[in-house]
């Protein structure tokens, strides 16, 4: 959608995601049994082709490298045509034989065995950035109108963040210049008569895999100030590591009748909202499914499909829910399997309630066809009833036809049989979940993988690790609204963090905000890059697990409330809990202890809300310097973003447990120095 001032831009955030966001998270046994309204606001997409589902196209990197270039072109959607910035590209594919996709705006998903390696070459022959749709707080990027610049961020991997590899610092200037005596790929004034390198238009990638990563992940540019543009108009696309089965062996263990494997469904969703304005007279608000809108998608009645789901769009939550199109009570079972390419490691998780996919998020899961043939279900993302006036998308028709599948469950039904399938293999590579979430504080200086680093409250500290997002208005001629962490702005230049190798850390993430204008808190997405975390516990307002109570009707104790479909124990509490009042001016609410199931790199932080997460640290290829930011990514443009380094206090060894490392305060004393 077209943001027309700051606050409409926050008020819209807050109208599509905010409201359902905490909300939906929390209650999704309550909600399952309710039929929505239809929404007096439904989503405004491009017109409909009846496409029928298809995957995206496979560039094999096992085979060969890749090229993507980004440029402006126009695309189809539905029966329109619209302008994005797109990627054309060449790779391999399956075979072995080479092949060029002209500009997409869904771009081949790479595919790459674990432990090989993703060659990938990046060309910018993008434009000239347009004016931005906000107003975006000054950086070089967006005062000299010289050069559009990009690069590109390997979502989810704990692969090298340095230059060459994972590196979202670099700017890959761009061919295309303000006025065309410039040479491309120079900042003005930059290009020598006779340069002694080379500029900086094209970009070659090495990116080593690991051989405990598998599952959907995802590539997008990451240039501060530009990121939410190039994403809304095209610039994103799936990756996927080989060797999911390792950790469930789907089609060994529930062979079909008819010997054919398990079918794999990719599903990558944007959020479209025609950023580039091809039609400046109306104003879109869609989610699209591989570029298509809402396809048409088959199941065989009893088949067992695999999805894999990646939400890649820049701002928008997937709330999602498979319902019966001819009775809305009746809601289709998932069976998550993981999340952000972190296998759950007890059972998968069966659910008819929503599943909260925030921006950046991943889930796999296996859906089962219904009893006959002639069922069509409704894809859609949900919204709750509270707030009858949000869109309810809807994203994909899935029709129920074929002769039926039968499986080998040993005498078991089908359903009891998936949930109660185990992972045949364990990441030896992050600590067990249950150990993280129960180590205790490290004593006095002395870190080890044994234990977790206690954060200080003090604000000077160099192990202060409370982040509090909110957001500002700058004191300028535009009343510029920013998006803060810790009251700061995003400084390329500057190191905000500093952690060891090694070591595990316990941070406070801290949602206190209600944007300027507005009585209103809005949701933020919290993503790490490089690495993987556990949630341990997270605070609510109590109206969020209760929304229709009275204040005094609050129980004191709840047990085995859903949280982004984990289980939780929830205290209640009066006094100094929640970083925003409530309607009666107090700070109060549930204290909820989580039962750990799987590693996440993205998590929703719900409105007004307070979650810890503790982050392992163990693996040495992520040493160097990376962020962590707010992953709605308005909110990261406008500078909600922070950099983190990470150091190797013993360079390409192994710490065994119990080994004692440098403490973080001889560590800080030599900050300068490192940073240097």
Known sequence: MERLSPFLRRLLIVVLVGLFSSVSVFIEEASADVTLPSPPHPPVCPKENTETFENPQFAYADKGGITLDATKSSFQLGSQTFDGYLYGSTYYDENGKKQSLYTSYTPPTIRVSSGKSIDLTLTNDLPISPNPQIPLPPTQQNLEKQSQDTNLHYHGFGVSPLLGSDDVVMHVHSNQTANQQDKGGYYPGDAPPNPEYEPITEYPMHVDILENHSGLFWYHPHVHTVSDTQIRAGMSGGIIVEGFDRYYPISKNIPPDNGKPITEQVMLFKDFNDVLKSDPNKTYNCFTLNGQVNPKMTIKPGEVQFWRIGNIGADTYLNLQLLDSKDKQKQVPLYILARDSNNITTHPIETTGPILVPPASRVELLVVGGDTANETYNLVSQLLPEFPTQPVYQLATVQVEGNPVKYNTRGKALDKFITEQTPAKDDKTLPILEELAKMPYCKGSIYTKDCVIEPSTDKKSDLYRTFTFDSA???????????????????????????????NEEWTLINADAPVGTSQPTPHAFHIHQLDFIVTDVTLPPEYLFPKKAKDQYPPVTNDKPYDNNAATCIYQKKNVLP?????????????????????????????????????????????????????????????MQNIKVIDPLPGKLLKAGTSTPSMNSVSSNLQRIVD
């Open 473 to 503: 208005i700058l004191n300028d001629p535009k009343q510029t609204v920013v998006s803060r962490i810790n009251a700061k702005l995003y400084d390329e230049n500057r190191i905000d963090t500093v952690a060891t190798l090694h070591t």
């Open 580 to 640: 925003l009042p409530n309607k009666n001016g107090d700070y109060e609410g549930y204290v909820c202890k989580l039962t750990q199931n799987g590693y996440r790199d993205t998590i929703n932080l719900p409105l007004n809300s307070i979650t810890k997460i503790r982050i392992p640290f163990s693996n040495p290829s992520i040493a160097g310097t990376f962020v962590y930011h707010c992953h709605i990514l308005i909110d990261e443009d406008t500078g909600m």
